[in-house]
């Protein structure tokens, strides 16, 4: 399991690596570079979706929630 208190984007790697680990097929929507809007597509072997936001929302600025 991947806990992490900040997202970095060492950490959104450690996810990835993480989800492939486990056997999951995962994608992500492109925004390495942003990691408070990086967000995770997975699904399992039974076809279930779903999204992972790995930034918790204190730590996405305010000029961003808003969009």
Request: with cysteine.
């Amino acid at each position: 399991m991947a806990t992490f208190g900040h997202i970095t984007r060492e950490r959104c790697a450690q996810l990835g690596h993480a989800l492939t680990a486990a056997g999951l097929a995962w994608e992500d929507n492109s925004n390495q570079g942003r990691p408070e809007l990086l967000t995770y597509t997975v699904t399992d072997p039974h076809g279930r979706r779903w999204t992972i936001d790995p930034a918790t929302s204190n730590q996405i600025a305010p000029s961003v929630a808003r969009r």
